[in-house]
């Protein structure tokens, strides 16, 4: 009888402890992140729409973020280049171990149902294409640019998908789609560098290879 009252009395105590710690859930895994948002060019307006969420902001600026309004979309305007749009999403943030390790599944549960142990990236650039480039080679320069800028994107999901995997054919196919994904959108950045219009130096425009 005395064994049966103490294990009840450690159940009692875990439970309670479990309960204690996912209450303070917004104490382990913050429902807002900041993220730094920057255009190119800058001195852009940007509009942000989520989930019951709606923002202006002149860029560069940092803007604080709740997880529950994912994903968000970022529409860019700045005079003489096009309007730009980029998606925003979040990720699993460190913090989301400790809700499992201090909070178990009930924690963890709590915690995704208001959108915490996710966070946005602590920064996003949106580069706006000129409606007009001077010569070719300043429209190669920008695409190269913007070129470069995706790759470092794509190379970190990459990343992130394989410190995630558990099981190599699951890992394998997961990653396979990623630089499916990636191909597909460098290819799509390749055509509208094609298409972009140049300068001919007499006030006409031309589209190379449109």
Request: glycine share 8%.
């Amino acid at each position: 009888m005395v064994l049966g009252d103490s294990m009840r009395g450690t159940h009692v105590a875990v439970m309670a402890f479990a309960w204690l710690a996912s209450g303070c859930a917004s104490i382990v895994s913050d429902n807002e992140s900041t993220t730094y948002i920057e255009t190119i060019p800058e001195k852009a307006r940007c509009e942000l729409h989520g989930q019951d969420f709606i923002r202006v902001v002149a860029t560069p600026n940092s803007i604080h973020l709740p997880a529950n309004a994912a994903p968000i979309t970022i529409a860019c305007a700045a005079e003489g280049h096009r309007n730009t749009t980029e998606p925003l999403d979040t990720e699993a943030d460190g913090w989301i171990l400790g809700n499992i390790i201090f909070g178990g599944l009930v924690g963890v549960v709590i915690d995704a149902a208001r959108g915490a142990g996710q966070k946005f990236p602590d920064r996003v650039t949106v580069f706006l294409e000129p409606e007009l480039f001077a010569t070719a080679q300043s429209r190669d320069e920008w695409f190269d640019r913007r070129r470069k800028s995706l790759q470092a994107v794509w190379d970190e999901r990459v990343r992130r998908a394989q410190a995630q995997c558990s099981d190599e054919t699951t890992c394998g196919s997961g990653v396979t789609t990623i630089f499916s994904e990636r191909d597909k959108e460098l290819a799509q950045l390749e055509e509208r560098r094609l298409r972009a219009r140049v300068s001919d130096g007499g006030g006409l425009t031309a589209a190379p290879n449109a």
